[in-house]
């Protein structure tokens, strides 16, 4: 455990002090919320159901740095890690393999927290957003959510033959599911033929899950959203352990 726990925090301190990963996973998301709340505030409207756009958009944003971890974080930091050597050499040490890549998991995991920690922090304070759920079900539904698209990421780090290709393709599927999947931009705004068409993509469905923990709705309420998370965590962990290499 003490192997696990160090290697743990080293992987967290070598994500931060990486200034893009650090900006885009943990200060990205509340700027963002602070450029929209000057310009939307946060009194209640019709469009968001007699809600604020910040009580809205901060639970949205909550899969926008699960997204940025899983889609550009994973990847890039696993193909990088292979491509330079880094895995061939844990490989040949005495901790088990599997030590790290709970810890790669978990490194992961910590970033986002903070990333969420620093978004709710800012949404409270500057404007006063509004939960009305449960906090223990709204981590199980971040827990859910990371998970199935940490899943994604290892699979695009073990079929990407390099770093960049790795980059690239993840860049490629974060961006069109940001402004697609009501993550950037509330689907209230979305014509009715897209928000048909969002349906396809796995972020809406951890928006969609988020926003409804986020105001108390149950579990029951979003039976779809947890389908399409779990087969993208149980298909996508299968095929990325298949495909996971060490160099």
């Excluded at 050499?89 to 910590?110: E, G, M, N």
């Excluded at 290709?165 to 033929?193: C, K, N, R, Y």
Aim: glycine share 10%.
């Amino acid at each position: 455990m003490r192997g696990f726990a160090k290697l743990t925090l080293v992987q967290v301190k070598l994500y931060l002090r990486e200034p893009m990963a650090a900006f885009f996973t943990v200060f990205f998301a509340p700027l963002i919320l602070l450029l929209f709340g000057a310009i939307l505030g946060n009194d209640p409207a019709p469009l968001y159901g007699g809600k604020g756009a910040m009580d809205v958009y901060v639970p949205a944003y909550i899969g926008m740095i699960i997204a940025t971890v899983a889609l550009m974080g994973v990847p890039i930091g696993t193909a990088s890690a292979r491509e330079s050597g880094v895995l061939r050499r844990f490989r040949a040490t005495p901790l088990h393999p599997l030590t790290y890549i709970v810890s790669d998991i978990v490194s992961h995991l910590v970033v986002s927290v903070l990333g969420v920690l620093l978004l709710l922090l800012t949404g409270k304070v500057v404007f006063n957003v509004r939960f009305e759920g449960n906090a223990l079900s709204l981590l199980g539904g971040f827990l859910l959510g990371a998970l199935a698209f940490f899943a994604m990421g290892y699979l695009i780090a073990g079929l990407a033959p390099t770093a960049r290709i790795a980059q690239t393709t993840g860049m490629v599927l974060f961006f069109p599911m940001l402004f697609l999947s009501g993550a950037a931009f509330p689907p209230e705004i979305f014509p009715d033929w897209l928000r048909r068409f969002s349906q396809f993509i796995p972020l809406t469905h951890l928006v969609t899950l988020m926003k409804g923990l986020w105001f108390g709705e149950a579990w029951s309420q979003h039976w779809t959203e947890v389908a399409v998370l779990t087969g993208c965590l149980l298909i996508g962990g299968v095929v990325a352990a298949w495909t996971f290499r060490w160099e």
